[in-house]
Nanobody, 125 residues
Framework: QVQLVESGGGLVQPGGSLRLSCAASGDTLSNYAIAWFRQAPGKEREGVSYIGRAGGNTVYADSVKGRFTISKDNAKNTAYLQMNRLKPEDTAVYYC??????????????????WGQGTQVTVSS
């Protein structure tokens, strides 16, 4: 059973940057595609970014395209989400998860599992 632990969240001013980490244990991340999701209070969980098993296939939500970058270091068994030019609307709890079945819906949370506990990102002045 793979376990994921997110870290790197915090409070940042608009325009600032954060890098989130998703550390895996119990199996190697090279076996999995992984995605980042976020959930703001009162809103549904939404997909932010996806990266394939080998790391060469990435997908971004339109709202973060050009600002966020997903990556994974299989040697460190860790995935990352670099978030630049942060906006107040990026405020949410961010989660990483592993793809559990093949799908073309790469940002749909129903196709992902082994969710981490989440890390809070707050963008505010």
């Amino acid at each position: 059973q793979v376990q994921l632990v997110e870290s790197g969240g915090g409070l940042v001013q608009p325009g600032g940057s954060l890098r989130l980490s998703c550390a895996a244990s119990g199996d190697t991340l090279s076996n999995y595609a992984i995605a980042w999701f976020r959930q703001a209070p009162g809103k549904e969980r939404e997909g932010v970014s996806y990266i394939g098993r080998a790391g060469g296939n990435t997908v971004y939500a339109d709202s973060v395209k050009g600002r966020f970058t997903i990556s994974k270091d299989n040697a460190k068994n860790t995935a990352y989400l670099q978030m630049n030019r942060l906006k107040p609307e990026d405020t949410a709890v961010y989660y990483c998860a592993l793809r559990t079945m093949f799908t073309t819906q790469k940002l749909d949370p129903q196709f992902f599992g082994s969710w981490g506990q989440g890390t809070q990102v707050t963008v505010s002045s």
